[in-house]
Structure formats: C-alpha cells, structure tokens
C-alpha cells in the first residue's frame, strides 16, 4: 500500500523568500507525481507534474523528483501572501488502477 | 472550457439522515473520481468510473455508501444513514483516461451532527 506522507505540516515564510516543501512516497514503481494547491474551501489546483528524475518548471513552482531516495520536492520562488494555501502532494503508484494516493499536505503561510 | 461542478456546496445533517451529492464532470471526460477529505488530509478515494462502469470501489464503505454514474457523465454519491466520522469535504474530479491530470470540482462540504 502506498504512504504518501510530507513535511512540514506547516510551514510560515516571507514573501518573497523561497518556499520548500518536501513529500516522500514508498512505491518505487510509482511513475506520476503532481502537486496541487487547495486555498480554503476551493477545490484543488494542479500546480505541477513530474514523470521523471530532476527538475520541471512551471510557472513560479518547481518539482524535484529523486526516486531513488524517494523524494519529491516542491519550490516556490517568491511566494505571495495569496499563495498561502494547503499544498498537497499526489503519487501514482505504478499498478494498472492508477489510483492517485495524496499526502496530508503542508499550510504554507506567506507574510507581507 | 467549464470546470467540474459539484452541488451541493454544504451540507447539514444529523446522524442517521440520508444525503446526496452530485457531479457534472468536464465535457468529454470519461473518468471520474469520488474523493473524501477530512479536515486536515489529503483527499482520499473513494470510487472512480470510467464511463459508466466502476473501476475501484475498493474503498467504499459500501453498507452506507452508493455511487452511481448511469450515462457516462453526471454521478450522484449517496450516504444513506450518516455518521459524525462521514464529516468531510467530498471532491470530485475527472479526466480523460486514468494518465492525465485530474481536475477537481471545489467539493461539498458536509458537518454531520
């Protein structure tokens, strides 16, 4: 059975300065890893899809995969106040159901 | 492009009272996904269609849950005795296949007292 879990489970930045967020999963067959946003009481966001080891870009969030350690990493360069947010991370494990198995996610907090 | 649209947006009930809620997925989608999230996780599914088949209901508490997507396209999850462990925000999305990415309706939000 897949565990997602992420860290931290709340996280306080400065605009501006760079945000990490860090989720870890146990399939290493697990072949589609995507990070979405969910503002309070909205529905939820793609942010981000990665297939593959290293980095993809969009927008002002990076995913870092590394499957080998079982790691994928979300950056975001110069959050804004309005990107506080619940941030989850979603895995697919590599079984023909393609049951998506998302983490508890981390509150990030952007201060002016 | 119309988004996923659920209904309600709340609900209120006390224990052992029925409710419904109901999907509209994006045009063209053939897979839709039933997920519950409770306060303070990550979503978790529930049942998912391709069509009008159920793929995984796995998940499912089946003695008081039901879904249903009879055309291919709207569904309806039903809870017909609900408990106090049922309060959740309950998402669904939809996709083309099960490769793509999954867009998510902004979910009903039910407070079973």
């Known amino acids: 059975q897949q565990k997602v879990q992420q860290s931290p489970e709340s996280l306080t930045v400065s605009e501006g300065a760079m945000a990490s967020l860090n989720c870890t999963f146990s399939?290493?067959?697990?072949?589609?890893f995507r990070w979405y946003r969910q503002h309070s009481g909205k529905g939820l966001e793609v942010l981000v899809s990665?297939?593959?080891?290293g980095e993809k870009e969009e927008g002002s969030f990076t995913a870092h995969l590394n499957r080998a350690s079982l790691h994928v990493f979300l950056h975001i360069r110069e959050p804004q106040p309005s990107d506080s947010a619940l941030y989850l991370c979603a895995v697919r494990g590599g079984s023909a159901l393609g049951r998506l198995h998302f983490g508890a996610g981390t509150q990030l907090i952007v201060i002016p | 492009e119309a988004g996923v649209t659920q209904s309600p947006r709340y609900a209120v009930l006390q224990e052992g009272q029925a409710v419904s809620f109901w999907c509209d997925p994006i045009?063209?989608?053939?897979?839709l996904y039933w997920y519950q999230q409770p306060r303070d996780q990550g979503p978790q599914l529930l049942v998912y269609f391709r069509d009008e088949a159920v793929i995984d209901n796995s998940q499912l508490p089946s003695d008081r849950f039901s879904a249903v997507r009879p055309k291919g396209t709207n569904s309806t999850l039903k809870i017909q005795s609900a408990k106090q462990g049922d309060t959740a925000t309950y998402l669904c999305?939809?996709?083309?296949?099960?490769?793509?990415?999954?867009?998510f309706g902004p979910g009903t939000r039910l407070l079973v007292l």
């Open positions: 990665i297939f593959s080891d």
């Open positions: 045009s063209g989608h053939d897979t």
């Open positions: 399939d290493r067959s697990s072949d589609n």
């Open positions: 999305a939809s996709t083309r296949g099960d490769q793509d990415t999954q867009y």
